[in-house]
């Protein structure tokens, strides 16, 4: 089969779509955005009674929630002693606890949602690519278990075979809880049960403008679209990477990187499970990292950020080589695979690279998921539409603060990102 320059994970699945009526006058909740975080939102929101209205510029899942690598991590893109040093042993805990939290959330609506992605609790392995970097593992376990009471396994480099059939890293660090997931095929599942759930799902509608109702007795919000404008009491902003001028406040505050992923054909069983000895989702210990894991059909699936910027035609299509270099140095054994597809998607970075959820001028938003976000967006939707519903669940992201660049320096164009991407790559180069 010829490269596709397509996303592998749609060809496993059909995403519901909802049919197209006419925008309702009124809602109670407006989301806008149908991924994880806005569809999580949805059910929680809609069960509970709410009159929602999901506002997707163009298909249920169509963002980085069909695009990723479907690993469901536990932890935070940051380690776990620059977390106490920068936010203190409590609110450490308390987030550390809710990345765990957000797995069994993941898996809870796996189940009672009965949705069909292939869900399973392989575990996750970091490897390390110098050996200062895993003589780091042994500390990092000790403080996780001291400070979280969680537990992760050293694997030193001569007993990394049983975990993984590559040979250029200098030990590795399990972690049991994580887990693999088809996230497509989740995220077709989180639409459909929003659906039943019976929120309203509007597809091809990007919302162009949100704006305090004028002159009226009742608080709200006016949410233009490209169908029409909807009055809503709340809105919840859920568009991660995809977060544009709709919401420029938020826009600001976020860094929008391209993130890219090549899988190969299908792979003989022998070669799949000497590469991937217990189908652990893989990743490696640099900035400029490489994710990878096998799919459920035995493909190797190898991504990474090949091209600092969002995805384009031509930066998908330098990606795949760069990709298929780069999983040849993994794994040499599958010089001779051919690669069938490479897609792209848009992470979202804060400037503090953690999320961040939360109310600004009173909108309501939960995003910055920095690339690890499959069960924490899921999280928090399901907590930030708990705060809308007017409960008050315990998530300590609300109580971040949320760094922007002083001066008018960002408006929300990376025009940094050749730099920031050098940055990384010197980074991994000299430490
Ligand atoms: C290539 C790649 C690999 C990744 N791998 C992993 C991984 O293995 N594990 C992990 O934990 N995380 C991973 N991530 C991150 C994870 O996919 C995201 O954090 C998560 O999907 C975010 O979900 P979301 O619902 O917040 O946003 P998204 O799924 O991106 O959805 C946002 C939606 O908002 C819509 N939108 C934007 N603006 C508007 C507007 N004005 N009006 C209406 N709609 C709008 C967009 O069309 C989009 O569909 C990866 C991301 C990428 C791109």
Known sequence: MPLVESNYWLTTTEMPHSDSRELPKRADVAIIGAGFTGLSAACTLARRGANVVVLESETIGWGASSRNGGMVLTGLKLGANQLISRYGRDL????????????????????????????SRCGHLEVACKQKHFDDYARQAEVIAREFSHQLRVVPKDQL????????????????????????????????????ARAQIFERTPVQSVYRR???GDTGWNVTTSRGTLFARDVFVATSGYTGRATPALQKKLIPIGSYIITTEILPE?????????????????????YYRLTPDRRMLFGGRAAFFPETAQTIRRSAEILRQGMVEVYPQLRDAKIEYVWGGTLDFAFDIMPHAGQMDGIYYALGYAGHGVAMATYQGQKMAELIAGDNPDNPFLELSFPGVPLGLYTGRPWFLPLAGMWYKFLDWVR
């Open 92 to 119: 450490t805990r308390r987030m550390y606890a809710a990345s765990l939290a957000s797995i069994d959330c993941v898996e809870q609506i796996v189940r009672e949602e009965n949705i069909d992605c292939d869900l």
């Open 161 to 196: 075979s049983s975990e993984i059939g590559s040979i250029i890293y200098y030990g590795g660090m399990v972690d049991e809880v994580s887990a693999g997931l088809n996230p497509a095929r989740y995220v077709a599942g989180l639409g459909r049960a929003a659906l039943k």
């Open 214 to 216: 004028p002159n009226h």
């Open 270 to 290: 022998g070669l799949a499970r000497e590469l991937c000895p217990r189908n652990r989702m893989i990743y490696d210990s640099k900035n400029y990292l490489y």
